[in-house]
């Protein structure tokens, strides 16, 4: 009777071990459904003017996350609006540590720019 609780007990907590082992997997998952289910589309008005990423941006280099292609639309202070060849428009943050090759750049550039997934531009071309 008694090794039948100790394998009872064994199993239960084999169980619980693979079950909280798991778990991170999941709550990844549902939130990666939840970016894709939540996003706007890109032909929708508000995915058009958002910024790369809306919760927060990044202020320095990091690990690149997109490179985006296409026209300096805006620029205010650290901020530069680049609207894609598909018509959305992301806003990207500049710094002294963003590499920009062939020098600064203007409204009407094309360029090429490597961002985080925070928004900052690592380098621009």
Known sequence: MKQDQQKIHLVTIGGLTAILLAAPSFTMAGQQHEKRSGAASP???TARHTPAVA????????????????????????????????GNQ????????????????????????????????????
């Open 43 to 45: 032909s929708s008005p």
């Open 55 to 86: 919760h927060h941006s990044d202020n320095r280099p990091g690990p690149a996350w997109r490179t985006i292609d296409g026209t300096v639309t805006h620029m205010k202070d650290t901020v530069y609006t680049i609207e894609d060849y598909e």
């Open 90 to 125: 992301v806003q990207l943050f500049v710094s002294r540590e963003t590499k920009q090759l062939g020098g600064r750049k203007k409204v009407g550039d094309h360029v090429r720019a490597e961002i985080t997934h925070g928004g900052f531009a690592n380098s621009i071309h």
